[in-house]
């Protein structure tokens, strides 16, 4: 698609989930017959920033991205929003052993989190690369948490 025409993040992830599929908008759609039945041509015109009369639903975003398993659209979106997507993993049952290990784990990635900022400020300065080890573990706590609630919401009893 030419450059030439000005698109927001969004638009652009939409196409760009589409079209970097593997064979494209055909291929996809193959895949996505069954739940969406829609056609190539019909697709590409609806993550097409230039055609003002196609949109792509939130319905067929999510399927697209669950089946493609690229999440820029998610990102996009929820960067245009000013929020921050964590991916939560493939949570089963929570057995005590894994509550517990959740638990642990999220500790221990606070304890992570506050080794970075301890090592970067020993200089009373951080540099970029320092900022860059402090946000890798921040976001690994907050992930860490949200699993954690996750395991703690699965055995929630609301009696």
């Not at 989930?17 to 039945?37: F, M, N, S």
Request: glycine share 6%; net charge negative.
């Amino acid at each position: 698609m030419s450059e030439d025409a000005i698109c927001s993040p969004l638009e652009r992830a939409m196409y760009d989930v589409v079209h970097d599929y593997p064979r494209g908008a055909v291929a996809l759609c193959t895949v996505l017959d069954e739940q969406l039945g829609i056609t190539a041509g019909t697709l590409s015109n609806k993550v097409n920033w230039k055609i003002k009369t196609h949109f792509l639903g939130i319905k067929e975003a999510v399927e697209i991205q669950r089946r493609t398993m690229d999440f820029r659209i998610l990102h996009a979106e929820a960067l245009a929003l000013n929020h921050a997507v964590i991916y939560l993993g493939e949570l089963g049952n929570s057995s005590d052993v894994e509550l517990l290990n959740a638990y642990a784990n999220f500790h221990s990635s606070i304890g992570e989190t506050s080794a970075e900022i301890h090592r970067a400020l020993e200089d009373s300065r951080i540099t970029e690369k320092e900022l860059i080890r402090i946000r890798v573990a921040g976001r690994a706590s907050v992930q860490a948490y949200l699993e954690l609630e996750q395991r703690l919401e699965a055995i929630c009893d609301d009696s």
